[in-house]
């Protein structure tokens, strides 16, 4: 009997605890988006997009449409900016839902160190919500894509639907913090633009919390490959010999596997072991076929290719005096005690050497038949 009483007063105590922060749902506004931007040196600007219901008479009676509004305000810090927008909204805005933080370039050059605090520490924001970069924070947050209607929801959804796309990945707030955490303080966040319609590609690359360089194109689409070991459905179009002087032009897909090993440590050198496979998307002419040896050849020219890519992505690095592939990291895990950081990023890091081996493979031709098929019959 006492246990029984005892688990009531439990229950109780726990529902009675939750009372305070409960609200209905009316009582609440929705932040999907937020967007954070510099006006001056002492003025930051803070955006935020939330859902509004809106009705409207049609011809069967009552419609609700999904519409969206952009609030912004500015102030000295973000807290001065966020206690003035709560100060616009009849109700209790809610971080609840967040999805969605984009931080202006200009911001991000001068460091985002606070903001990240500010965002971690707001209670209930998700350590999933999305960090994007872009130039024009309020175009971004009042863009209508065609396929989308909500900006915030698009940017979820872009994500989540696993584009083929090897110029830009996701990143979470957990991740940047997780990567900013590592030996070499580096990381990369997606960029996005705003011109005729949504655009989410390239890298911006930080170091100790500042934007300090950009990785275009295929750039991003390495560096996922150096910091994760696989890249899915990057594209090549290049010119293939044929002949002597005569080259086709052949575009492909390839699925590529990296993996890394250290060579040595001082000075560092490491072994990159590549191997993947290709899938034939477009020959130019129909007047060539596809023969196993436009296929050796065209191995051959995509090996060379594409070790020069990686070599300029890393060199790119190495100039900016910015890791943030986690090579460092490995040297550190193997010899923690003779490892530092300021000599590794200075020193040790502009002139590490990189081996290059390369295994590609022929999975798909895109022809119904076979180049070996053999015909049956007469």
């Known amino acids: 009997m006492a246990k029984n009483i005892m688990m009531v007063f ?14 209905e749902i009316d009582q609440r506004t929705m932040v999907l988006g937020m967007g954070i931007d510099k006006v001056n040196d002492n003025e930051i600007q803070l955006s935020i997009q939330m859902p509004v219901i809106v009705s409207s008479i049609g ?7 999904s519409e969206f509004v952009t609030k912004t305000t ?17 109700t209790t805005l809610f971080f609840g839902h967040l999805n969605t933080v984009i ?7 001068d460091g985002i160190d606070e903001i990240i605090d500010f965002i971690d520490r707001r209670s209930p924001i998700d350590n999933q919500v999305h960090v994007l970069i872009a130039s024009d924070v309020e175009a971004i947050l ?31 707030l957990f991740e940047y913090r997780r990567d900013t955490n590592m030996i070499s303080k580096s990381a990369t966040i997606p960029i996005i633009y705003s011109d005729n319609n949504l655009t989410i590609q390239n890298f911006a690359v930080f170091k100790d919390d500042k934007m300090v360089d950009i990785l275009y194109g295929k750039e991003a689409g390495l560096s996922r490959l150096l910091k994760d070991e696989e890249l899915r459905n990057v594209n090549y179009t290049l010119p293939v010999p044929i002949t002597e002087g005569e080259n086709v032009e052949v575009s492909v897909s390839l699925n590529l596997n990296l993996d890394v090993s250290i060579i040595q440590h001082r000075p560092p050198k490491f072994n990159l072991d590549l191997d993947g496979n290709i899938e034939f998307i477009h020959l130019k002419t129909k007047d060539v076929e596809l023969t196993h040896d436009l296929i050796d050849a065209l191995k051959k020219e995509l090996k060379k290719v594409i070790k020069e890519d990686i070599l300029h992505t890393i060199n790119k690095m190495q100039e900016s005096h910015t890791e943030p592939w986690l090579f460092g990291h490995r040297i550190w895990v193997e010899n923690p005690d003779d490892f530092d950081e300021e000599q590794w990023l200075n020193n040790e ?25 053999i015909k049956v019959g007469r």
């Open 10 to 23: 439990t229950i109780i105590s726990i529902l009675t605890g939750c009372s305070e922060d409960s609200k």
């Open 349 to 373: 890091w502009p002139t590490a050497e990189f081996v290059i081996n390369s295994d590609l493979e022929v999975e798909k031709i895109g022809q119904r038949g076979m180049l070996d098929k």
């Open 142 to 172: 009042n863009s209508e894509s065609q396929l989308v209607f909500l900006p915030s929801l698009y940017i979820e959804r872009f994500f989540e639907a696993e584009q083929k796309l090897s110029r830009t990945d996701i990143l979470r």
């Open 103 to 109: 931080i202006s370039e200009q911001v991000a050059k």
């Open 59 to 65: 011809g069967q009676g009552e419609e609700e449409n």
């Open 74 to 90: 500015t102030g000295p810090s973000l807290w001065e900016a966020l206690t003035d927008l709560e100060a616009q909204t009849p």
